[in-house]
């Protein structure tokens, strides 16, 4: 009992942690978004904006994540300066993240003593990410983003026909096998400042190392929810941000979690991967395409 006890205080107290961090994140986004609203888009774009925040968090949710397909929208659309797609993705998903965390840390059981350090290393990493993006030229960030982009696709495509290993059943790590997953969380932290999303590396990663795949999301869930608004923020500051597709993002994330937590049983999530596949290895090809025009 008094392990029980001990394990719902710890819970109760990051869920506190999480729902604060998500009403001053929503308080800085909107004073920022008010403050520059004089920078206008037409009512289709607007639109467009709300509709792609609801589809790219609803897949995020499922566990396919949202950073692929969001960078994929706005490739396609052309609705964000590529420069601005980083901070842009971490501001706009900060609040619809934090809402899965909640969800995730509540039904998921991970020990702690895994959780928190891995969560840890994850937001030291992305607010080391954030200085770096900021210096590095357009073109790079485009390159940077492509190949993750393929790379993400390819490791989607491992897990889908059998080449990755599929875990075990562990709920926590110890000793090496700790340090690998903090290594590589950290890793995966400034990733998130590049646009590129922690939850297919953060699943191979938790497999390779014989947890349960399940036990991914509550680890990939609260480090996005904790870094994703550290980096976002920061991005919003420095102005690095689209701030309509921020507030599409995050207006329309929250509605496209709280569908995907009431559609999640009856939906093929292998169809979606499938798809989302497909489309993110277009994606990457045609900003691999892009970025060399930018060279010529």
Request: glycine share 10%; with cysteine; hydrophobic share 55%.
């Given at each position: 009992?008094?392990?029980?006890?001990?394990?719902?205080?710890i819970?109760?107290i990051?869920?506190?942690?999480?729902?604060?961090?998500a009403?001053i994140?929503?308080?800085i986004?909107?004073?920022?978004?008010?403050?520059?609203?004089?920078?206008?888009?037409?009512?289709?774009?607007?639109?467009?904006h709300?509709?792609?925040?609801?589809?790219?968090?609803?897949?995020?949710?499922?566990?396919?994540?949202?950073?692929?397909?969001?960078?994929?929208a706005?490739?396609?659309?052309?609705?964000?300066?590529?420069k601005?797609?980083?901070?842009?993705?971490?501001?706009?998903?900060?609040?619809?993240?934090?809402?899965e965390?909640?969800?995730f840390?509540s039904?998921?059981?991970?020990?702690?003593?895994?959780?928190?350090p891995?969560?840890?290393?994850?937001?030291?990493g992305?607010?080391?990410?954030?200085?770096?993006?900021?210096?590095?030229?357009?073109k790079?960030?485009?390159?940077?983003?492509?190949?993750?982009?393929?790379?993400a696709?390819?490791?989607?495509?491992?897990g889908?026909?059998?080449?990755?290993?599929?875990?075990?059943?562990a709920?926590?790590l110890?000793?090496?096998?700790?340090v690998?997953?903090?290594?590589?969380?950290?890793?995966?932290?400034?990733?998130?400042?590049?646009?590129?999303?922690?939850?297919?590396?953060?699943?191979?990663?938790?497999?390779?190392?014989?947890?349960?795949?399940?036990?991914?999301?509550?680890i990939?869930?609260c480090?996005?929810?904790?870094?994703?608004?550290?980096t976002?923020?920061m991005?919003?500051?420095?102005?690095?941000?689209?701030?309509?597709a921020?507030?599409?993002?995050?207006?329309?994330?929250?509605?496209?979690?709280?569908?995907a937590?009431?559609?999640?049983?009856?939906?093929?999530?292998s169809t979606?991967?499938?798809?989302?596949?497909?489309v993110?290895?277009y994606?990457?090809?045609?900003?691999f395409?892009?970025?060399?025009?930018?060279?010529?």
């Amino acid at each position: 009992m008094a392990v029980k006890e001990t394990r719902d205080m710890i819970l109760r107290i990051i869920q506190i942690i999480l729902v604060a961090y998500a009403v001053i994140a929503g308080v800085i986004i909107v004073k920022d978004y008010m403050k520059n609203k004089e920078q206008g888009v037409s009512r289709g774009e607007t639109f467009l904006h709300y509709v792609i925040g609801l589809v790219v968090n609803f897949f995020d949710a499922l566990g396919i994540g949202s950073f692929a397909t969001t960078v994929t929208a706005y490739g396609l659309f052309r609705l964000v300066e590529d420069k601005k797609i980083p901070g842009t993705l971490n501001a706009g998903v900060a609040i619809p993240v934090i809402f899965e965390a909640l969800l995730f840390t509540s039904s998921v059981e991970v020990e702690f003593t895994t959780l928190i350090p891995v969560v840890i290393c994850g937001v030291i990493g992305a607010a080391i990410g954030n200085r770096i993006v900021s210096k590095i030229s357009e073109k790079t960030v485009t390159i940077v983003m492509a190949a993750a982009l393929l790379t993400a696709a390819l490791l989607m495509f491992g897990g889908k026909v059998g080449f990755l290993p599929s875990g075990g059943d562990a709920i926590g790590l110890t000793g090496i096998k700790l340090v690998i997953a903090c290594v590589g969380n950290f890793i995966f932290g400034v990733a998130l400042c590049f646009g590129v999303g922690n939850f297919t590396p953060c699943m191979c990663m938790v497999y390779m190392l014989g947890m349960s795949p399940l036990v991914s999301f509550p680890i990939m869930m609260c480090t996005g929810a904790v870094s994703t608004p550290t980096t976002g923020l920061m991005s919003l500051k420095q102005g690095l941000v689209d701030r309509h597709a921020v507030l599409g993002l995050t207006v329309g994330g929250i509605f496209g979690v709280a569908v995907a937590v009431y559609l999640v049983k009856s939906m093929s999530i292998s169809t979606l991967q499938w798809l989302v596949i497909a489309v993110v290895v277009y994606t990457s090809f045609t900003m691999f395409k892009r970025a060399m025009k930018k060279v010529s």
